[in-house]
């Protein structure tokens, strides 16, 4: 996902009170706001019946999240939020990142730089795909894997990552989430060489403007994951998915961590959050709006658009989400449209700083034993 800057976001706070546990939030994910209250209620008062009638459980390990098959589409390399969305589902225990495959643009310099993560992460059982490659051009964290070598990555690198996310979706015997944060040829063009993979995936993506723009602004506009590729855009927003959940600007542009939340990630010892900083760093002094600022980084976090996306591929219980048919203008304006297919989208925050506290507490966990 690209951003058109970032400058400090109006807040929105308040939403009933979350356990902070996606077990128990995420139970409404693609379902309605209501039902997922009435839900989380009755859990709440099971659970506190369980309590009651044998104490000794309440010194027992949290319980084991479900797990989430995950192939991971991104444009990792422009804006920074991508970095930050694939340290989050790497630190998340819900999820199975089964593939994670490089899109738009220069994907072989995208995949340096996943291949870099997960060395970082120690995950390198995971496969790298390398999308459909359009150019050579590079972006902000071009420094960061200079002189890195795929050759070297220790796991399995697929040169058609098209057919590597095809064939992954055509042979897993349970759907798979397909969580999609970046403008969308390679799906595009999946979608042509297998048009069943749609009613075999949960699409969970970043994509679109429908209330809100950049940076809350009160009206919607062009969004880059669409407007960069139209026609790829409208392939994704029209294809029958087994189940589909959005997060457009409405949601996720109005994340960003400071203070104390992003001090703790800041001043991490962690190794992946040490080069989430340093690559933050690297693409800061090529952004126009973030270069001039000497003290941006140590300060704040740039807006967080991606990692929400990761976030509703386990969970939704932080956001109010809504069904809604949409269609994309020859401008990138993604305009509600009732004669289109429905999806789901998560249109406003329940609880925005709940989910800040959230994403700052798992970032800041151990990668999760696998």
Not at 82 to 105: C, H, N, Q, Y
Not at 131 to 154: M, S
Not at 303 to 317: K, M, N, Q
Request: net charge neutral.
């Amino acid at each position: 996902m690209r951003g058109f800057g970032s400058a400090t976001i109006p807040r929105t706070r308040g939403g009933p009170p979350r356990t902070g546990d996606p077990a128990l939030d995420g139970w409404n994910t693609f379902r309605s706001p209501e039902i997922a209250l009435t839900l989380r209620s009755a859990a709440s008062i099971a659970f506190a019946a369980v309590l009651a009638l044998a104490p000794s459980l309440r010194a027992a390990p949290a319980a084991v999240h479900r797990t989430t098959p995950v192939i991971l589409d991104t444009d990792i390399g422009d804006d920074i939020d991508d970095m930050w969305a694939l340290v989050l589902a790497l630190k998340s225990p819900e999820i199975d990142l089964r593939l994670v495959v490089t899109d738009f643009g220069n994907t072989e310099y995208r995949a340096r730089i996943v291949a870099r993560v997960l060395e970082t992460a120690g995950r390198t059982d995971i496969p790298i795909g390398i999308g459909i490659k359009e150019n050579d051009e590079e972006g902000g964290q071009a420094e960061w894997v200079r002189g890195y070598d795929l050759a070297r990555y220790p796991g399995r690198v697929h040169r058609d990552g098209v057919q590597a996310l095809v064939d992954a979706v055509m042979a897993a015997k349970e759907p798979l989430t397909l969580v999609a944060i970046g403008p969308p040829p390679n799906l595009k063009v999946a979608l042509e060489r297998e048009p069943a993979i749609a009613g075999k995936l949960r699409l969970v993506g970043m994509f679109g403007s429908l209330r809100k723009g950049y940076g809350g602004k009160p009206t919607p506009e062009p969004e880059w994951n669409v407007k960069a590729r139209l026609a790829a855009a409208r392939a994704v927003l029209s294809a029958p998915w087994k189940e589909a959940l959005l997060t457009p600007l409405d949601t996720c542009g109005l994340v960003q961590l400071e203070g104390g939340r992003y001090a703790r990630i800041r001043d991490s010892k962690d190794p992946l959050l040490r080069a989430v900083v340093e690559n933050f760093g690297l693409w800061c002094r090529r952004a126009d709006w973030c270069a001039g600022d000497a003290g941006y980084v140590r300060s704040k976090s740039s807006t967080l658009f991606d990692p929400v996306a990761v976030y509703l591929a386990i969970a939704s219980g932080y956001v109010k989400t809504e069904p809604m048919g949409v269609r994309v203008t020859e401008e990138g304006m993604t305009v509600e449209d009732p004669a289109s297919r429905p999806l789901s989208w998560a249109t406003a925050w329940r609880d925005l700083d709940g989910f800040e506290e959230w994403l700052t507490a798992r970032l800041t966990a151990p990668v999760p034993p696998r």
